[in-house]
């Protein structure tokens, strides 16, 4: 909404020092959002003067039409002596009345006027159009004629209200009323604690018998209609400067006087109007709704096909208006520029319809109006006969019409609307000490009747449909006291709560793959079916079972995901593109599986709190939601440089991703080989974990299979894993264990195992941590070696080092010796294991 300071002050009388500025300062400070100031004219400086054409030659030999032109500026030139100028534009003529800058002056956007000769003439200044003055669409585009009784050598600055300041206000969609200049005008009052001329308060005459027929078919849809009618109207009348002006600071188009008038009148008390031309109206105005397949051309000529929800106004022949959002062109008001078919007698509408139904029509054909954006968002139903009266008594004042005594006026008996709150609820909100007289005086300011003490009965006013309950009233006390005047206080949680166990290996998670090296990148959580084909799954794997979506963003991909690796594959394939190709990406996130007895989600009440049984209802409708973490790395993992080789990322850094994870749990992760999906059936790990004294498989890691790097297009020996973080944290530790120090030293045992290449290094190491017993600290695989002359055919040696130690004492060579002798033989004799010679 732009609302012109000029305008403002009309109806609040703020100080003559304020300025645009100081007032948005003040409006801002209220809860309005005033965006910008505009200032009109900033850089204008005349002479800029009223002058008439007295005479035109057209020049010819150039390209376009030119015209040499002796106009009357009165004294304004200094000499009194006719002012020749250069014009290009041809919609005026001899004796018309223009607007002229002299030699000296300067236009907006810093355009400095000097005499200067130009097509063999030299021309002193120039005839303006609006558009070089600043002042917006006037629906020509050419130089500005003005009334005939306009005075020669009048300032044309002053006459034009050039110079202004235009506050431009985003108003949010529970504040209707400040659609209007009358509702920040008394935003305006209030801020400033002076007094309001409300516009809206005229003398209106009582409705009777004799005014124009009108039937309203759907009450609900439209609960008050004023219809009044003016006769005689000038076919010479035109839209006044000033209201022009004002229509076009606003930033809408002058068009025609009546027209203008149900504008001006809009954006002054807020309430939408129209005029139909009385001889094409045929019979009775009705409200109903639309017929469906009904057909109506809209103002703008488009002919539209109605919906049955449409709410439209009708004469004997059908429908005439779309309510609340566009006037039909069959009764549309003829331009006053042509005499001979200019409009004489109109019928005014003031009508008040249901916000809802307006904003679908709205939508529905894709027709947002000002009329419509101030229906959807609330009209002061009492004010349709006060913006009938105003337009009445403007059309009779300029176009110098006769108001027929006839008021037609049908409305559902008002019911206040009032609210039961206790005086001291905005206290309790704000968490400041109001008290009750400033309560009071505040809701009074906006407009509210207030009575009771302890416990207040407030009824709101009839502009504001936004107070609905409690916290509405208290927000309207918070915001004119000043929000900048909340105290800033730290809440204070009750004792024993905050972050779940969930929450804080989430965290830990996050932060400890950060730490080495990953970079975290959040997809969005939809995928495409074709996803899955794409990684290789099996035609019956669970992760096909997916959850779609009714409405989903995007048709191809209309499923929720079932695993992480889709998102992160995606980014990495992205990043790689685009130049990045050592990577090394995380995401910790929800994946979603539907269940064996999936419902479907209902519709909660909108009129009620939802009850315990309607929360149940809603949570068993929803999918399982486990949170999975997965990495994906590609390219380098150590970069080479001064300080030696580099390294590749490779299956074992996507395996150790995963042991990290599991760190941070405090869980132990088991790893054997498998095969699934997108992982190279060579080069994968299952990750598993005991429960029960069951081992589960919980995730996978390693290389991805060359045929998935293709399809996806991915780098070469891309890597992965994804685990499931629900399953680590149920068998973990919420609480790190810190690793024991010992002051007794180490000793240290290094065995070289002999075994089948198709035995898992993982099976010789649980042997042998098993079988050293308690005092083993940590063993590690520090070689892997095959060499069929020394070793045999199909055979590999496992070189670890087992480090024992014990908390008590100092371990001689002969324990440690025999722990290594205990671990190597449960190793022979679980895996077949031998001691390398």
Request: hydrophobic share 40%.
């Amino acid at each position: 909404m732009r609302v012109p300071l000029s305008w403002l002050r009309e109806y609040v009388d703020l100080p003559a020092t304020e300025t645009g500025r100081d007032v948005q300062a003040k409006l801002i400070s209220a809860g309005l959002e005033v965006e910008t100031v505009e200032h009109l004219g900033a850089d204008l400086k005349g002479p800029l003067v009223v002058g008439q054409v007295l005479t035109i030659e057209e020049l010819e030999g150039f390209k376009k039409p030119i015209r040499f032109c002796t106009v009357n500026v009165g004294r304004a030139n200094g000499t009194g002596e006719p002012q020749e100028i250069v014009c290009g534009a041809r919609n005026f003529a001899v004796g018309d009345k223009v607007v002229v800058v002299l030699p000296g002056a300067t236009l907006p956007g810093g355009f400095s006027i000097s005499a200067r000769k130009t097509y063999g003439k030299t021309s002193h200044g120039m005839i303006c159009s609006s558009d070089e003055l600043g002042m917006g669409d006037d629906g020509t585009h050419g130089i500005i004629v003005l009334p005939p009784e306009t005075e020669v050598g009048k300032d044309a600055i002053e006459l034009l209200e050039l110079v202004d300041e235009v506050l431009d206000i985003a108003v949010t969609a529970n504040r209707g009323d400040c659609l209007s200049i009358r509702g920040v005008a008394r935003e305006a009052a209030i801020a400033y604690g002076l007094p309001l001329r409300d516009p809206a308060l005229l003398d209106v005459p009582a409705p009777n018998a004799y005014g124009y027929p009108v039937k309203i078919a759907d009450p609900a849809g439209c609960d008050r209609f004023t219809a009044r009618t003016v006769t005689g109207l000038s076919a010479e009348a035109r839209s006044p400067i000033w209201l022009q002006r004002r229509l076009q600071k606003v930033g809408m188009r002058p068009i025609s006087l009546a027209v203008d008038v149900t504008n001006y009148v809009m954006m002054e008390l807020g309430q939408p109007l129209h005029a139909y031309d009385r001889s094409l109206v045929q019979g009775t105005i009705g409200v109903r709704r639309a017929a469906e397949g009904e057909k109506i051309v809209t103002l703008d000529g488009t002919e539209r096909k109605l919906h049955a929800e449409d709410l439209v106004i009708t004469d004997d022949r059908g429908p005439i208006g779309l309510a609340g959002v566009m006037g039909g062109a069959n009764t549309e008001i003829a331009d006053h520029g042509d005499t001979e078919k200019a409009t004489s007698d109109v019928v005014i509408e003031a009508a008040h319809f249901d916000q809802v139904s307006i904003a679908r029509t709205a939508r529905r054909h894709k027709l947002s109006s000002e009329a419509s954006r101030r229906f959807e968002r609330g009209v002061d139903p009492q004010a349709a006969a006060a913006a009938a009266q105003r337009t009445v008594d403007l059309l009779v004042l300029l176009a110098g019409g006769t108001a027929e005594s006839g008021v037609t006026e049908i409305s559902a008996p008002p019911v206040p609307h009032t609210i039961t709150v206790a005086a001291d609820h905005p206290d309790k909100v704000a968490g400041v000490a109001y008290g009750r007289e400033t309560v009071v005086r505040r809701l009074q300011e906006v407009g509210c009747d207030v009575y009771g003490q302890d416990e207040l009965i407030v009824t709101v006013p009839s502009w504001r449909p936004d107070l609905d309950d409690i916290n509405d009233l208290a927000e309207e006390v918070i915001r004119l006291e000043g929000y900048e005047n909340l105290p800033s206080t730290l809440p204070r949680p009750p004792a024993g709560r905050g972050l779940t166990s969930r929450q804080r290996l989430h965290r830990r998670v996050g932060r400890a793959l950060a730490g080495a090296g990953y970079v975290e990148a959040l997809n969005y959580p939809f995928v495409g079916e074709q996803v899955f084909d794409q990684l290789g799954l099996d035609a019956d794997d669970p992760a096909r079972r997916v959850v779609r979506l009714v409405n989903p963003l995007s048709d191809e991909e209309p499923a929720l995901r079932t695993s992480l690796l889709p998102g992160l594959l995606a980014a990495l394939r992205r990043n790689d593109g685009r130049g990045a190709h050592d990577l090394a990406l995380f995401e910790t996130g929800l994946v979603f599986h539907p269940r064996d007895d999936q419902r479907v989600a209902g519709n909660l009440p909108v009129d009620r709190r939802p009850s315990e049984d309607d929360l149940a209802a809603l949570d068993a409708a929803l999918p399982d939601q486990p949170r999975h973490v997965a990495v994906v790395l590609a390219g380098a993992r150590e970069q080479a440089g001064w300080w030696g080789k580099g390294r590749p990322a490779d299956w074992a850094d996507a395996v150790e991703s995963a042991r990290t994870v599991a760190r941070e749990a405090g869980a132990e992760l088991g790893t054997r080989k498998g095969q699934y999906g997108p992982w190279h059936p060579g080069r994968c790990a299952e990750l598993t974990v005991t429960v029960d004294g069951e081992e589960r498989v919980i995730g996978h890691a390693g290389e991805l299979h060359p045929r998935v790097l293709k399809t996806l297009g991915l780098p070469a020996r891309t890597c992965a894993m994804e685990l499931d973080l629900d399953a680590v944290e149920r068998v973990g530790d919420d609480i790190p264990q810190a690793p024991g120090i010992s002051t007794f030293p180490v000793a240290t045992q290094d065995v070289a195992l002999v075994v089948d290449e198709f035995v898992p290094a993982a099976d010789v190491e649980a042997a042998l941590r098993e079988g050293a017993g308690e005092l083993l600290e940590s063993i590690r695989l520090f070689d892997v070696y095959d060499n069929a002359e020394q070793l045999g055919e199909g055979r590999k040696s496992l070189a670890y080092a087992l480090r024992f130690r014990a908390g008590d004492r100092t371990l001689t060579v002969d324990e440690a010796s025999a722990a290594r002798d205990a671990a190597v033989a449960l190793a022979g004799e679980r895996v077949g294991a031998a001691l390398r010679s």
